[in-house]
C-alpha cells in the first residue's frame, strides 16, 4: 500500500506559502498543485552512510520537495513537499538506489483490516462446519440409531457409495485447506496440523471407498464405512478453528485499546488558520490546538494555556494531571479542562503511544523460556505421531481381535486425529499476548517475555530510596546558621554552587532561592566529588557543601553542630554542611516526603514473600528515618552508584532472585544487573533502554501489579503447557487403543476429532481468563 | 503378516527419512531480497541461503488467512512480525553472521531456515 498522504489544504503546500508572494516563488507555486505531502520511502541498495548524502541531495534537486531527510539506520527516507511518489522514485533510481513507498496506513486501519480478514475466515470457517456437520450429523445419528455401517448387500453398496460422494463433496468444499496445506507441506519435507487431519480423514474415507467398491479385499467383519468420521472431524476442527478466531480476537483487547487511544485528526495552526488534518500529517513543530474533550493527536510541549490532563489510559495512575506552559502532553491522552496550543514533538512512530505500542506488540510475540520444551516438542511433534499412528496399526495387526485391519484403521485414524500440536504451540504465546496486555493496561511495560517470566520468581527487591519510594521532588526545610548571620547569603551562595550540580538534592536548594528571589552569582572552579559534595570558588570565596565525610577530609570543625545534624536525620530530613573559607557557615537540610502510596504498595511486596531492600546514597540516620517510615527493616545507606551494582550481585550470589528498582538514569548500572530491572517512569517516558520493566506510573503500585501480572501469566501458562502436555500424553495412547485389553474401550475418532478440534481452543480460553486480572490503582 | 509388518516398518523409516534427515535445497538469494509466500501451511521458499556480506531483505507475502500464518519469528534474532494478509511484510536484516537462523509461526507450524555462508 502507498504511504502517500494527501493533505488538501486552503492555502498552497509549498515552501514559499511563508513568504511574500515573489514573482519566482509565484512561477514555482504555478507548476505544483496545491496539494502537500508527506511521504515515506524505503530505500533499497544503500550500503554505506555516503550513500544518504546523495539519495537527499537527488530528492532535494526534485521540483516540489521541501525537505528530504533520510535515516540510515532503517534506510527510509523522509518527504515532505507536494512532488509525487514516482518522480521520487526516480530521483532516487537516478542515483543508482531502488527506492519503495512504505506502507504507513495507520495502526487503526490495519486492526480494521485484520478485523475485517479474522471476520471473513470465520464466516468461511463457519460455512464450512455447516456444510460438513449436515452430512455428519445425520451419518452419526443414523449409526448410533441403526448400528454399524456395514457393508453386506449390493443395495448398501450403492447407498454407501453415494455416501461415500457426498464425503468427498464435503472433503473438497469444507476441509480442501487440510489437504491443500498438507501436501504443500510434505513436499516440503515438513508436517503441521494439516498433515494429520487429512491423513486421519483420507485414511478413514480410502479404506471406507475400499469396503464399497471391494469389499471382498476385507475379511467380512471389517466390512464397515466410516464417512461419518470423516465428515464429522471436518465439520468440528473447522468449528474448533472458527471459536478459536473468536477467542483470539479477545487476546488482543488491550493492543486494541491502545491502538484506539489514538486520534484521527489534528487542528493544526498554519499561517494562522486553523486546519483539520490526518493526525499522520503533522509534523514536527506544527502548533496544535487541542480543545476540552479531545485527545492530544501527537507528543508535545504546552505553548498556551492551561488544562488538566487525563494520562490514566496510559500510566494507569486515575488523577487527572495539571498541565501550564512548557509543560508535555502525551499522544492519546485526554484533554480534560482547557484548551491548549501546544507544539509538535515527536509525530508519527516516535510519540511515547507509537512506541508503547510497538514494545507491546514485539513483548506479546516474544516467548518466555518455559515456552521452549513445547517449541522443542512442537518442531519434532507431528512426525512422531504419524510414527505412533503406523505402530499402532502394525500392533492391532499383529496382536488385535478380528477384524484386526478395522481396530488397526480407527486406531491409526485417531492417533492422528487426536493429537494435537496447536494446543502444544498456543499454550505459551496466548498467555504471554494477553498478560503482556494487560500489564500495558496497568501502565507496565513489559520488554519481553524472560523479563516476564523470571519477574515471577523475584525473591528480593531493591528500591532506590529517591524518587522511587519518596516523591524525588526534596525541599529545603531548615536551615541553621553556624558562622553566618545571614539566611539569605547562606542561601544564595549555596543555590549558586549546587545550580552546578545535578544531584537530586542540589534542585531543592536553588529552587528554594529562586522562589525567595535570590540572585545567583557566578561560580568558578566547580568540582563534584561523587559521592561526597561539591565545591568551587564565588566572589573570591571558597564554598565547601556536602556531607560529614568531606568536612572531615577538609578538616572543616563541626563542634557542636554534629547533633543538631543528627536530629534532623532522625526526622527523615537530609542534612548538609555548608562551609565558606574553610569554617562551617551553616547546616542546611533537604526533606524527600515518601510517596502517598508507597508504605501500602511496599507492603503488598512484603505480603507476597519479597525481601524488600532500600538503597540510598543519604547518610544512615536519614535512611533509617525513611526506611522506618516506610516499613522496610533492610536498608543500605551511603551507598556510591557503583555501590548499587555490588549490592545487587552479592544478593545474587545469595541465591536470591534481584528485582532493581530505579529511575533509569543513576541506577543503570544496577538495572542492567539485576535479574529484573524496573525502571520508573517519569509519567509516559519510555526511552528507558536500561529497564526489563517499565513502570509508567511513579507509584511503587505498579511494582506490585507487575509482579501480580507476571506471576498469573506464568501460572497461566503453566496451566495451558500441563493442559497440552497431559491431552496429547494421555491422549495418543488412549486412541491408539491402549485401554481395549483391560476394559474393551477403543476411541471413536470422531471424538477425537471434537476433543483435539476443542484443545486448542480450551488453551486460547483459559489464556482469556488473564483478562480478569485487576491492578490495583494507588 | 511379516510382509505387513515389513512395509509398516519401512513406512516409519520412510517419516524419518522424508522428514528429518532430507536435506532441501536451498534457494540462494543473488539479489539481497527473496519473496516468501505464506500460503498453505509453508513459507515458499522455506530454505534460503544468503552470503554474510550482503543486507538481505526477507519479504513475506501472506495469503493465507489462518490466524497460524499472522506471526513470524525468527527467536535468535528476537524479531517477532505481524504478517498483514495479502500484502508484503519487509524484514531486513544487516550484518548477520554465518549460521542458520530458523524462522516460524508461533505454533512452529510453518518453518522455514535461513542460511548464513
Known amino acids: 500500500m502507498v504511504t502517500t498522504n494527501t493533505n488538501i489544504e486552503t492555502k498552497s503546500g509549498c515552501c514559499c506559502q511563508a513568504k511574500s508572494q515573489s514573482s519566482s516563488c509565484k512561477s514555482k507555486e504555478n507548476t505544483l498543485d496545491k496539494v502537500s505531502h508527506n511521504q515515506q520511502l524505503i530505500i533499497e541498495g544503500a550500503g554505506c552512510a555516503s550513500c544518504v548524502g546523495k539519495i537527499e541531495g537527488a530528492l532535494k534537486a526534485t521540483l516540489g520537495v521541501v525537505s528530504a531527510e533520510m535515516n540510515f539506520a532503517d534506510r527510509t527516507v523522509t518527504v515532505s513537499g507536494t512532488a509525487k511518489t514516482e518522480e521520487l522514485i526516480k530521483a532516487v533510481e537516478s542515483v543508482g538506489y531502488n527506492a519503495k513507498p512504505i506502507d504507513d496506513s495507520s495502526a487503526t486501519d490495519a486492526l480494521d483490516e485484520k478485523e475485517a480478514a479474522d471476520w471473513a475466515y470465520y464466516k468461511k470457517l463457519m460455512r464450512d462446519t455447516f456444510i460438513a456437520l449436515s452430512l455428519g450429523v445425520p451419518l452419526m445419528i443414523y449409526s448410533i440409531v441403526v448400528g454399524e455401517m456395514t457393508v453386506e448387500t449390493n443395495l448398501e453398496r450403492m447407498s454407501w457409495l453415494v455416501v461415500g460422494i457426498l464425503t468427498f463433496g464435503v472433503m473438497y468444499f469444507s476441509g480442501k485447506h487440510f489437504y491443500v496445506g498438507a501436501w504443500k507441506s510434505f513436499k516440503n519435507h515438513s508436517a503441521n496440523m494439516d498433515t494429520l487431519i487429512a491423513l486421519g480423514t483420507g485414511t478413514a474415507w480410502v479404506y471406507s471407498m475400499v469396503v464399497v467398491f471391494a469389499p471382498d479385499a476385507v475379511p467380512l467383519m471389517a466390512r464397515h464405512v466410516y464417512f461419518e468420521a470423516t465428515a464429522m472431524i471436518i465439520g468440528l476442527i473447522d468449528l474448533g478453528l472458527a471459536l478459536e478466531i473468536k477467542a483470539r480476537g479477545k487476546t488482543s483487547e488491550a493492543i486494541k485499546r491502545l491502538i484506539g487511544l489514538q486520534a484521527k485528526t489534528a487542528t493544526v495552526v498554519r499561517d494562522n488558520k486553523e486546519v483539520q488534518i490526518g493526525i499522520e500529517q503533522v509534523l514536527l513543530n506544527d502548533i496544535v490546538k487541542v480543545k476540552p474533550g479531545e485527545k492530544i493527536p501527537v507528543d508535545g510541549v504546552v ?274 554542611y555548608f562551609a565558606v573559607d574553610g569554617e562551617l557557615a551553616a547546616i542546611i537540610a533537604v526533606a524527600d516526603p515518601i510517596k502517598s502510596d508507597s508504605i501500602s504498595a511496599i507492603k503488598r511486596l512484603q505480603g507476597n514473600g519479597i525481601r524488600v531492600i532500600m538503597l540510598t546514597g543519604d547518610n544512615k540516620e536519614t535512611a533509617a528515618a525513611v526506611a522506618k517510615k516506610a516499613g522496610i527493616s533492610e536498608f543500605l545507606a551511603e551507598v556510591l552508584p557503583e555501590d548499587k551494582a555490588n549490592k545487587v550481585k552479592e544478593l545474587q550470589g545469595s541465591g536470591e532472585i534481584v528485582g532493581m528498582t530505579g529511575d533509569g538514569i543513576n541506577d543503570a548500572p544496577a538495572l542492567a544487573l539485576a535479574d529484573v530491572g524496573f525502571a520508573i517512569g517519569t509519567g509516559t517516558d519510555v526511552a528507558i533502554e536500561s529497564a526489563d520493566i517499565t513502570l509508567m506510573r511513579g507509584s511503587l503500585h505498579g511494582l506490585a501489579d507487575a509482579i501480580a501480572v507476571s506471576k498469573a501469566t506464568l501460572r497461566n501458562i503453566k496451566q495451558n503447557l500441563f493442559g497440552a502436555f497431559v491431552y496429547n500424553v494421555a491422549g495418543i495412547p488412549f486412541a491408539a487403543g491402549i485401554l481395549y485389553p483391560f476394559f474393551g474401550i477403543l476411541l471413536s475418532p470422531v471424538i477425537a476429532g471434537a476433543a483435539m478440534a476443542f484443545s486448542s481452543l480450551t488453551v486460547v480460553s483459559n489464556a482469556n481468563r488473564l483478562r480478569f486480572f485487576k491492578a490495583q490503582n494507588s | 503378516m511379516m510382509i505387513i509388518n515389513l512395509l509398516g516398518l519401512m513406512l516409519i523409516a520412510l517419516i524419518v527419512w522424508w522428514f528429518w534427515l532430507y536435506k532441501p535445497n536451498k534457494t540462494i538469494v543473488q539479489n539481497s531480497e527473496v519473496l516468501i509466500e505464506v500460503k498453505d501451511g509453508v513459507y515458499s521458499p522455506s530454505s534460503i541461503q544468503v552470503s554474510a556480506s550482503q543486507p538481505v531483505t526477507l519479504k513475506f507475502m501472506r495469503k493465507d488467512q489462518s490466524p497460524c500464518a499472522e506471526t513470524m519469528l525468527i527467536p535468535s534474532l528476537d524479531i517477532s512480525e505481524q504478517l498483514k494478509l495479502n500484502e508484503i511484510t519487509q524484514i531486513t536484516l544487516l550484518n548477520l553472521s554465518p549460521g542458520e537462523y530458523e524462522f516460524h509461526c508461533q505454533m512452529q507450524m510453518y518453518r522455514g531456515v535461513l542460511k548464513v555462508v
Open chain 1, 303 to 576: 505553548l498556551e494555556g492551561h488544562t488538566s490532563i487525563d494520562e490514566s489510559m496510559l500510566t494507569g495512575e486515575p488523577m487527572p494531571v495539571e498541565k501550564a506552559e512548557e509543560d508535555e502532553v502525551v499522544a492519546g491522552t485526554l484533554n480534560k479542562s482547557g484548551m491548549i496550543l501546544f507544539r509538535a514533538t515527536r509525530v508519527g512512530k516516535d510519540t511515547a503511544l507509537a512506541q508503547i505500542i510497538n514494545m507491546v506488540k514485539r513483548a506479546q510475540n516474544s516467548k518466555p523460556p518455559i515456552g521452549r520444551l513445547a517449541d522443542v516438542i512442537s518442531a519434532f511433534f507431528v512426525p512422531v505421531v504419524m510414527i505412533i499412528s503406523v505402530l499402532s496399526a502394525l500392533a492391532w495387526l499383529n496382536f488385535g481381535p478380528e477384524p484386526a485391519i478395522a481396530f488397526a484403521i480407527v486406531s491409526a485414524t485417531t492417533v492422528l486425529i487426536i493429537a494435537c500440536p496447536c494446543a502444544l504451540g498456543l499454550a505459551t504465546p496466548m498467555s504471554v499476548m494477553v498478560g503482556v496486555g494487560k500489564a500495558a493496561e496497568a501502565g507496565v511495560l513489559i520488554r519481553n517475555g524472560e523479563a516476564l517470566q523470571t519477574a515471577s520468581k523475584i525473591t528480593a527487591m531493591i528500591l532506590d530510596k529517591t524518587g522511587t519510594i519518596t516523591e524525588g521532588a526534596p525541599k529545603v526545610t531548615d536551615i541553621i546558621l553556624a558562622k553566618a548571620t545571614d539566611e539569605k547569603d547562606v542561601l544564595q551562595l549555596a543555590a549558586s554552587l549546587e545550580s552546578c550540580s545535578e544531584h537530586p538534592l542540589a534542585q531543592a536548594i536553588v529552587e528554594s532561592a529562586l522562589d525567595k528571589d535570590i540572585e545567583l552569582l557566578k561560580i568558578e572552579s566547580f568540582n563534584a566529588i561523587t559521592g561526597f559534595g561539591v565545591e568551587a570558588n564565588c566572589n573570591n570565596k571558597a564554598l565547601l557543601f556536602g556531607n560529614d565525610k568531606l568536612m572531615k577530609i577538609k578538616g572543616i570543625d563541626l563542634t557542636g553542630f554534629v547533633e543538631q545534624a543528627q536530629s534532623l536525620a532522625k526526622e527523615a530530613k537530609t542534612p548538609m
